[in-house]
């Protein structure tokens, strides 16, 4: 496959080729993820040892060292915001409303989005890095002539596991925020109970519920593969064209996500 630069450059840099580079640099993201898809789902990818044990590193240093610091910034979070909406809400007699604002707010839409971004600026935006290093150090090129697919060996572990570790995020720290925005409100007594159970099966119906699904799976693809297609696709040689290309990234990151918060808003409340 032609590479996203060699293309860029044959077309030249005028502004009349520009919405042509444009193009075909989201059409290299978007066959590159379908690429990395084909080869999570396919078993063959998991046979070789080395692979596996990649694959169970990687998925454990991009999810351990962040679990307990992101889950104690959701609790923070849970904390003040439900403290904040709750007193506000019983100043305008709208005490009854407080508690489902703060799970629509929280758990169904900032906690997701704050994951992924977290996980991305942790994880798989230096992990993009590395595989743009060791691209320019030729390390795709000698695993190739081993035999070796580095899209499998290098690419596909780092892939899965920022998946991983933005989805473990996002369950976990909604998990705790739904927790403590009850002892919040309730304290520990377990009278509010049939009522904050009630409110919660209203709030997560069956529809908001696959899109909250849907919403979180999507985000972790976007946040795990965007910047593994800009690392593994760099071809620049100049330290300012590699920053450009990491920034090039980066804004497709954001702007995917924020397509993909747009459309969870519009399936939710429209």
């Not at 596991?161 to 403590?180: D, K, N």
């Not at 760099?234 to 996500?257: C, H, I, W, Y």
């Amino acid at each position: 496959m032609t590479s996203a630069p060699l293309r860029q450059h044959r077309l030249g840099a005028s502004p009349a080729s520009a919405p042509l580079r444009w193009l075909l640099s989201w059409w290299d993201v978007i066959f590159f993820g379908a690429v990395l898809m084909v080869l999570a789902l396919s078993p063959s990818s998991y046979r070789d040892p080395r692979t596996r044990a990649a694959l169970a590193r990687h998925a454990w240093t991009d999810t351990a060292p962040i679990l307990l610091g992101f889950s104690m910034l959701c609790a923070l979070l849970t904390v003040v915001l439900t403290r904040i909406v709750v007193v506000t809400a019983q100043s305008y007699g709208l005490s009854q409303y407080a508690l489902e604002m703060v799970i629509r707010v929280l758990v169904l839409e900032l906690i997701p989005l704050t994951a992924a971004l977290f996980v991305a600026l942790r994880c798989t935006i230096p992990n993009g890095a590395a595989l743009a290093e060791m691209r320019r150090s030729g390390r795709f090129q000698a695993l190739r002539r081993a035999g070796v697919d580095p899209l499998v060996r290098e690419v596909l572990p780092r892939m899965l596991a920022g998946a991983f570790s933005t989805i473990t995020l996002a369950a976990l720290s909604c998990f705790v925020a739904a927790v403590l925005a009850y002892l919040a409100v309730y304290q520990l007594t377990p009278a509010g109970l049939p009522a904050y159970t009630r409110m919660f099966g209203h709030v997560f119906n069956p529809s908001v519920s696959m899109i909250f699904a849907i919403k979180t799976a999507f985000f972790a693809l976007a946040v795990s593969t965007i910047p593994m297609a800009s690392g593994a696709h760099e071809d620049t040689a100049t330290p300012s064209s590699r920053e450009s290309a990491a920034l090039q990234g980066l804004v497709r990151m954001f702007a995917v996500l924020l397509l993909l918060e747009s459309v969870s808003l519009v399936g939710n409340y429209y």
